[in-house]
């Protein structure tokens, strides 16, 4: 991008524009483009974006060459021809009213018709995914597989995926920019948006975002869209709908994340049930991983969290308050529909509203203290000691670091 | 400049003149000094909307940015907007009603001088009442727009959002006033001769202005005085419980919202109308045409208001309705951009600063209205709807557009308001600082937006390809302080250090030129009887009007006896030396607009279950309101 | 008003207002249409009828035009008080029906 | 919002006579102006109304009758035959206005021999001022009466949607008619204090245009709100 603004160079604007579109494409640099051709509506919309840049473009060119010309030659200059007092003419007055009009019909014609196409009702068989916005996260629903997860979404390709948004609260809006446009969640009312990811697509992780103003968090209510294989999901599915078992992880490193998990059951326990199809957190793009500094005040000795124990953590998470909010398949204890779903917690990559990567490290002062993790956050302060806006006052109620560190091992089992 | 008027314009430029009291201020109805006031008020404000966007930039300068939180962030936006499009444009603009539209129509004042103090003054406290809770951190944090249901008790349970609901409810009762006042003023106030078709372009764009503020308002009044009903008595309008609908919200704000749009860009139409014609030594170009094209736009803008809601879900039929209304409102806006180029066309064109302002809207608005075409076609707004690139089409439009405008008009008329010239060079420092650095932060939003950065969120993560973009922007927005400072530099010095202006200091063809700068109280010592759309060309240059139709006013319609034929007044004489009755200076207009507040005020505190407090206030200050309102309308006028 | 107090007279005699006669039989016609209005309401069959709804709306437009002119002397007033009162009136009524069909209390058929 | 219409209304005095371009008085245009912005007001309400109608989710309901879950029952709760007089009360007390702005004009005209009591009637401005106020403020008792009924019956602004709107709806209309009440009774002050006349003309016109603007919206919202299911 050039620094170069001055408008006689007006121009260099609109090669910087064609510059930087062409390269938006490339879709590496630039991981939220909107110009894509992933998905059956977003391949509609570019193409329609793209009939509208070349009018606009030539719109853009015409009227500011005319602009730069005119004042350039029309400068006045010493000895210079005196103004020629014309107040108006007729037929230009008719011409640029008729060309504009016509360029507007060229957009409009293509523009109703995919209106029409991209509004109709989601065809027959597709995957009913219904999304629910809260504040500041999403909830997803498969009723197809009678699952509920939060903050990330699987979807095959070659399916078409038809998203049912409602919100619990106030407005949000759906947006996954590399797969087309948005639609918003409107209190007491449904909507819908649906798109077929192409089937070349690869297995692959997208973002999304809450495009709509939301409250304290909004900027900080995103999600992750995984488009997997159809095998790969019919996995995932099976087994995200299986009740909760903790899976133990022997020996691993506080920090590890899900990377063993694409692996067949390994053969050092027999005894675990088969996991399901996971996105590999090797093949994660960087851009779908967290970068989010944590709180410099929010101190946590990590050290504790190699000798967590997931039975004591189980303990803690009833105890503690956790049920209040959130519910655990299979868990009886744990039914709340107020917070996430955690049932298979820690088969996500990113906890708090795509917030933090989903690791032991960031899960510890989540669950320490949320609302310095996340401005607004409506889960409870739970670190003894801990500062909390609402009792304003410290936490007195509440569990330990070496508590806390029991139940990140505990929800660190849930695979 | 050397005319024999300097000495007398110097003489007043330098103050030496009475009546400069701070009670002649608060007392005042002439039209001249209420519009200063809001000139000066405005710009206050604009400052102050302006550190806010220095503040918001700065966090968002580099991705996960901890400059300020989320929450003060969230309140900067929305008194950003709020501050911007309510307390700064739109009073700039009003400025320009108040100071311009009397004297170009051949006025002695506008019809209701008193009504005219009232806006103002109604105007300076709801702007307070509006801002001061940000030095609490208390200021309204949910978006100029106010969606429901967040803005309720339920979302948000502190006073923030009374704030901005009172607030607004108080500015509108600002709007609605001048805009009755200025309705009057145009239709029952012209010059003898002066017909509706010769009246200059800036009238003309105030006056379709004016009856876009009487029909916009009430909407935003009605959903206003809803969401104050919910927040303060429980009623259920946007109660998710009782099974409202948001959307009834979100459209009766757009009904309000879009004609707004035009609110803030059609004075800034209006005079760079004025300012391009001077500076070409020409005539606008398709006069009639221009006419037209504003209303039509003022027309369509009432038909055009779901474009903000097509990612709602209106459905296909009402989406394409919209989206097709949307586009023609295309049509008149291009044909206005045309006609000012073919203005330039043939001319003798000097590059003053007021040139060089009016100039770059014209290539900056371009920009704005192709981006705003790309969002009338509602499968593409997907994609851009609620982003960055939005954020960059509405500011092409407005600081491009509207704050362009308005500078051209304030450094085309501070001479005829002050009497003495902008320092040119200053000016033109101003011009190019403000003008790249517009460019700057605003057109790196583009790209941001297509390439996926939303709007309203108070920072963003790294490595999502928009951190060139965001540093880009910022830098511009700093360049843009410096710009803004040497304008204010410029603006106070040039005050008492500017050249003197005489009459007619750029050869303007309207009335305004034709009297003293600053013009005296009574404006025309005697009225002018108009005979054409540019009376001060056919004066001074009768060649660049040959062409255009001269008539004399029908005998039967020149009823003030005193009309003239136009000439220029160079003497400087008081009202009383002429025998001109001028209306008496009254604090009353004050009064009432003061009791207004409070009675506003009392609401406030309902929050804290103070009832019998807030009814004390609140009928308090209606029983003054309504006392003063009793005084003021049964005391004589002059 | 006018500084000129022969124009004055003119313009007064330009609108001759309606005499006291047209204003009681204007009351007249107005109580009549509400009594009709008020009668359709109690009969069960008519209230069923799809044209129910349209004719009471026609009814009470109508009442709102006699009201208008000759009441607020429209009629008989100058041509700008109607460009001012018409242009709202219809913005206000499309904007009515408008959010009418976008909220589906109208439909549109295809 | 009445403040600033009284404000247009009154300014200026009623002294100097200045030239204006129409011929017509300021403040005449600026009342047409006021009313044409009113329309999009009451344009605001009227839609709001008519979008919720049917959308409350527990009753009592305007025309319908309701059961809620404890069994209770709740009658349709508009009351036809007492609105449909307090219609009728507001369309005498524009024909009233009238008769006033009339009495106004032609009070200085000479009587004809053997007038009538109605022609003299005809000339007394303060009777016929009087007469309106007194049928607007009757009008809002019948309002007050109604309102405290619904409470009664329990229908409160807190109530459901359609509570909200009809209240809000018709406590609008009410504050108009009030505001109304007062201007008018202003007006009478000013007869019997000093006479109004010929002289006058205006300043009862604008209340009328008022006053009349105020009868035609509650022409529109007895159809809408109260006869229309």
Known sequence: ?415 | MASIAAPTTAAYASGENENTGIWSWITTVDHKRIGTLYLWTALFFFLVGGFEAVLIRTQLMRPNMGFVSAETYNQLFTMHGTTMVFLAIMPLSAAFFNYLIPLQIGARDVAFPRLNAFSYWVYLLGGIFITLPILFKLAPNGGWFGYAPLTTNRFSPGPNIDFWVLGLQILGISSLAAAFNFITTIINMRAPGMSLMRMPMFTWMSFVVQFLVVLAFPPITIALFFLLMDRFFGTTFYAIAAGADPLLWQHLFWVFGHPEVYILILPAFGLVSEVLPTFSKKPLFGYNVMVYSGIMIGFLGFGVWAHHMFAVGMGAVADSIFSLMTMLIGIPTGVKIFNWIATMWSGEIRFTVPMKFAIALIALFTIGGISGVMHSSPPADLQQTDTYFVVAHFHYVLFGGSIRGIFAGISFYYPKMTGRHLDESLGNWHFWLNFIGMNLTFFPMHFSGLLGMSRRIYTYDAGQGWDLFNMMATWGTYLLVVATAIFVWNFVRSRTRGAIAGNDPWGGATLEWSIPSPPPEYNFAQIPEVTSRYPLWDLKAPEKTAGIDHSHADAMTITDAHAVPVHEETERHTAKELGIPMPYPTVKPLVVAFSMVVMFCGLLFLRNGMFAVAMTITIGGGAAMVAGLYSWLTAPLE | MTGDPSVAHDTKHAHAHPSGATYLKVAAILTIITVVEVWAYYIPALVASPLFNPSLIILSAAKFLIVVLFYMHLKYDHKLFKVLFTGPLIIAGATIVALLFLFHQLKISF | MSAHTTAAGHDDGHVHHHYTTTGLDNRKIAIWAFIGSECMLFASLIATYLIYKGRSIVGPFPHTEYVNEAGQIFKPILDIPVTSASTFVLLMSSLFMVLALQAVQIKHLPLPDGAGWWTRAQRSSQLWLFMTASFGAIFLMFQAYEFTAFVHEGLTVKTNLFGSTFFTLTGFHGAHVTAGVLWLTSLLWIDRTRGLGPQDELIVDIAALYWHFVDVIWIVIFTLVYLIQ
């Open chain 1, 1 to 415: 991008m050039s620094m170069l603004r001055l408008r006689p160079a007006a121009p260099a604007l609109l090669i910087a524009v064609a510059l930087l579109t062409l390269s938006a494409c490339g879709g590496t640099e630039y991981p939220n483009s909107t110009f894509n051709h992933t998905t059956d509506l977003n391949t509609a919309i570019d193409d329609l974006w793209g009939r509208l840049l070349f009018w606009g473009t030539i719109v853009f060119v015409v009227v500011e060459a005319a602009l730069v010309y005119t004042i350039f030659r029309f400068r006045k200059r010493p000895g210079g021809p005196a103004a020629k007092q014309i107040h108006g003419n007729v037929a230009l007055e008719i011409t640029w009213t008729a060309v504009p009009a016509l360029i507007l019909v060229l957009i409009a014609i293509p523009t109703v018709k995919t209106i029409f196409e991209t509004q109709a009702p989601a065809p027959a068989g597709a995957l009913v995914v219904e999304v629910t916005g809260n504040q500041w996260w999403w909830e997803f629903k498969y009723p197809e597989y009678g699952i509920t997860t939060a903050n990330e979404v699987y979807i095959p390709v070659g399916r078409t995926a038809n998203f049912v948004l409602r919100t619990k609260d106030v407005l949000h809006s759906f947006w996954i920019p590399q797969m087309g446009g948005k639609r918003d969640l409107i209190t007491n009312k449904t909507n819908n948006l649906w798109f077929t990811p192409n089937v070349d697509l690869g297995t692959n992780a997208w973002n999304g975002f809450c495009v709509e103003y939301c409250g304290a968090s909004h900027a900080n209510m995103k999600f992750r869209l995984f488009t997997v294989q159809p095998d790969e999901f019919e996995s995932w599915a099976q087994h995200q709908a299986s009740v909760a078992v903790p899976h133990r992880t022997p020996a691993a490193p506080a920090t590890v994340t899900t990377a063993s998990n694409r692996q067949p059951p390994a053969p050092t326990a027999p005894a675990e049930p088969t996991l399901g199809y996971v996105f590999p957190a090797a093949d994660l793009p960087d851009h779908v991983i967290p970068k989010t500094p944590v709180p410099a005040r929010l101190t946590y000795d990590d050290a504790l969290l190699a000798n967590g124990d997931p039975v004591a953590g189980q303990q803690s998470f009833m105890m503690g308050g956790c049920i209040g909010c959130h519910a655990i398949n299979g868990n009886p204890m744990a039914m709340s529909p107020i917070g996430p779903n955690l049932t298979h917690f820690a088969s996500r990559h990113t906890l708090g509203g795509g917030l933090f990567p989903n690791d032991d490290h960031h899960l510890a002062r989540w669950i320490k203290n949320a609302k310095a993790m996340k401005p607004g956050a409506l889960m409870n302060t739970i670190g003894i000691g801990e500062y909390d806006p609402i009792l304003k006052g410290p936490v007195t109620a509440g569990l330990t670091d070496a508590q806390i560190a029991d139940v990140v091992a505990y929800l660190r089992s849930l695979k």
